[in-house]
C-alpha cells in the first residue's frame, strides 16, 4: 500500500516533520523507518531524516496487513456510503453491533467489513474502526482500511474536530428549542449505567429541536465530547431506553440515528461530509 502527497510549503521541511503536520503518529513513522515500510521522494527511496522540497512529491509505502485471524468473517449486507483506497463509510443498521462481543460474536460491522474487503481483494484487509455506535443506534460508521489512515485521521478524533451528529426521538417535550448541556458524566460503581455527577468527565452535547408531535420531539444533537451513552444520559427520555428507562410500549429499543459525518481527508485534504435522511425506524413514533 502506498500514499503520495505533494508538499506545498515554501521552504525546506524533513519528512517527519511534514507527516507529523499531516496528521502521522509517531508510532507509525517510526515502524516506517525501522523497516516495515520506506520513503520515496520524487519516487526514490530515501532516508527518514531526509528534507523535502516546495512542490516535490513523498510517498510512503507500508506492508499490506494480513486479515485477522480471530475476526470472523461474514458475508452479511453492508451497506457501503462511500469508498476510496483508503476509508469507508458505511451505514449500520439497528441491532448491529459494532464489533463482537459476547451477544454478537460473529456478525458485527468489523465482521462484514472483513468479509466486504475479502471478498473484494483488497490489499489491506484488517480494518480499523474510526468511530463506534452501540447496537441500537443506526447510522453512518467511518473505517480506516489500513493503519496508515488510522494513524493520519487519529488527530481528529482525539481532538473532536470530527463532526458527528445524531438524531433521536425523544418522549417529551424538552424545556428550550436550543440548549447546550455541559452537565459532566460519571460511571456509577459496579454498573454499566452512567449519570450526570458534577464529579464525572466533562461532556457537552449540542441539540436543537428539529419538531414536535404530540409528546414526542425530534432532536438533533452534536456531540463535542465522546462519554460512554453520553445522549441518553443528557437526554434521559430517549423513547425506549432499554437502560436507562421509558416508554417501551411503541418501540422496545432507542431511536437514535448518526445521520451525519464530518471529517478532514489527511490524504487529499479535503474536507469530506456525509449525510443520512432519517431512519425509517423514526416513523414508529412520527405515524403513531
Known amino acids: 500500500m502506498e500514499n503520495t502527497w505533494v508538499y506545498r510549503g515554501t521552504e525546506p521541511i524533513k519528512i517527519k516533520q511534514y507527516l507529523h503536520s499531516l496528521g502521522m503518529g509517531h508510532r507509525l513513522f517510526n515502524d516506517i523507518k525501522n523497516g516495515q515500510g520506506e520513503f520515496l521522494v520524487d519516487h526514490r527511496p530515501v532516508r527518514p531524516t531526509t528534507k523535502i522540497l516546495?512542490?516535490?512529491?513523498?510517498?510512503?509505502?507500508?506492508?499490506?496487513?494480513?486479515?485477522?485471524?480471530?475476526?470472523?468473517v461474514s458475508t452479511a449486507d453492508?451497506?457501503?456510503?462511500?469508498?476510496?483506497?483508503?476509508?469507508?463509510?458505511?451505514?449500520?443498521?439497528?441491532?448491529?453491533?459494532?464489533?463482537?462481543?459476547?451477544t454478537q460474536p460473529t456478525d458485527t460491522i468489523l465482521n462484514r467489513v472483513t468479509g466486504y474487503l475479502r471478498q473484494g481483494q483488497s490489499p489491506d484487509q484488517r480494518p480499523h474502526l474510526?468511530?463506534?455506535?452501540?447496537?441500537?443506534?443506526?447510522?453512518?460508521?467511518?473505517?480506516?482500511?489500513?493503519?496508515?489512515a488510522t494513524s493520519m485521521i487519529s488527530p481528529q478524533v482525539q481532538t473532536h474536530q470530527m463532526l458527528k451528529e445524531y438524531l433521536a426521538v425523544v418522549q417529551g417535550?424538552?424545556?428550550?428549542?436550543?440548549?447546550?448541556?455541559?452537565?459532566?458524566?460519571?460511571r456509577v460503581t459496579g454498573q454499566a449505567q452512567r449519570v450526570v455527577?458534577?464529579?464525572?468527565?466533562?461532556?457537552?452535547?449540542?441539540?436543537?429541536?428539529?419538531?414536535?408531535?404530540?409528546?414526542?420531539?425530534?432532536?438533533?444533537l452534536h456531540l463535542h465530547s465522546g462519554r460512554t451513552h453520553q445522549i441518553r444520559v443528557h437526554l434521559n427520555s430517549?423513547?425506549?431506553?432499554?437502560?436507562?428507562?421509558?416508554?417501551?410500549s411503541i418501540v422496545d429499543h432507542?431511536?437514535?440515528?448518526?445521520?451525519?459525518?464530518?471529517?478532514?481527508?489527511?490524504?487529499?485534504?479535503?474536507?469530506?461530509?456525509?449525510?443520512?435522511?432519517?431512519?425509517?425506524?423514526?416513523?414508529?413514533?412520527?405515524?403513531?
Open 173 to 186: 417535550r424538552l424545556p428550550e428549542p436550543y440548549q447546550l448541556i455541559t452537565s459532566p458524566i460519571a
Open 78 to 102: 453492508l451497506s457501503v456510503v462511500y469508498e476510496d483506497d483508503n476509508w469507508l463509510v458505511v451505514d449500520k443498521p439497528a441491532g448491529v453491533s459494532s464489533v463482537p462481543g459476547p
Open 54 to 72: 516546495p512542490n516535490q512529491p513523498l510517498t510512503i509505502k507500508v506492508q499490506p496487513e494480513p486479515i485477522d485471524p480471530t475476526v470472523q
Open 238 to 248: 430517549i423513547v425506549g431506553d432499554a437502560l436507562y428507562g421509558g416508554d417501551c
Open 130 to 148: 474510526v468511530t463506534r455506535l452501540d447496537r441500537y443506534t443506526s447510522g453512518l460508521m467511518l473505517i480506516a482500511k489500513h493503519n496508515v
Open 254 to 288: 432507542q431511536l437514535l440515528q448518526a445521520f451525519r459525518l464530518a471529517f478532514v481527508d489527511p490524504f487529499s485534504e479535503e474536507q469530506r461530509t456525509f449525510e443520512l435522511p432519517m431512519d425509517e425506524r423514526f416513523n414508529q413514533i412520527w405515524s403513531h
Open 197 to 220: 455527577d458534577p464529579d464525572g468527565q466533562k461532556a457537552e452535547t449540542e441539540y436543537w429541536v428539529e419538531e414536535t408531535k404530540g409528546d414526542y420531539s425530534l432532536v438533533r
